[in-house]
């Protein structure tokens, strides 16, 4: 690739991948409302409001792929989620149907489904149960990147993260758990794919525990390495095991499913 994309880039996942990933294009374009730091050789920065559609459209000119990390991550107020998760990626979908509809990987997540129980099997294709406002955002993120595939034939992959960061930090994750180093290979795989659609992902690692199967989407050629598993002595000390009653051993989501409506001021 010429020029890729990473929106959220100044994001702690947006951080880690910026490095992992820049041999993927000879130019990086990161993006994000908050301070993006120092350009690498290879990059070229662009502070953009995903909510502002002309400051979007000229973030994607130019671009032959996006990771699109950007937009609100955690449960909060419905405004903010509205402008990044909603807005910003109706705004993003226009931008890259006018330019040439470059291949996305959507950063969808885990929330979708958060109200499903863990001794409960998910398929990519069964209903949605969100377990709060972000992860009714993704659903319609989801639904939006289907019906541009659909009508207009943009490729994207809807990569439903679980828990991607440097290591797991409660027993939930060893389910959920994806390594930066698997997500980057997830991304590689992504965009070298000769033909994508617009497949479910499940953003996970190789863990032993794990509670979904990517069986469908082995056409992606996507294999993770790492396994939570390493990591369970050390999370049966500190934080120890939830105790079974708590959102963290009951649900899918965790204890996004216990948190309220953030009401506006």
Known sequence: MKRLLITGAAGALGRAMRPRIAHLAEVVRVSDIADLGSAAPHEEIMTCDLGDAAAVDRLVEGCD?????????VEDKFSK???????????????????????ILFASSNHTVGFYRQDEPVAADAPMRPDGLYGV???????????????????????????????PTNHRMLSTWMSYDDFAALIAAVF???MLGCPIVWGISDNDSRW??????AYLGWR????????????????GRPEPSSPLAVYQGGMFTRDPIFTEE
């Open 65 to 73: 792929a996006i990771l699109h990390l950007g937009g609100i991550s």
């Open 81 to 103: 989620i509205l402008n990044a998760n909603l807005l910003g990626l109706y705004n993003l979908y226009e931008a890259a149907r006018a330019h040439g509809q470059p291949r």
């Open 137 to 167: 955002s993704k659903c319609f993120g989801e639904a939006l990147a289907r019906m541009y595939f659909e009508k207009f034939g943009q490729e994207t992959a809807l990569v439903r993260i679980g828990s991607c960061m440097e290591k």
């Open 192 to 194: 070298r794919a000769p």
């Open 212 to 217: 979904w199967d990517n069986g469908h989407a």
């Open 224 to 239: 993770p390495r790492d396994n939570a598993e390493r990591f369970r002595a050390e999370l049966e000390l500190s934080p």
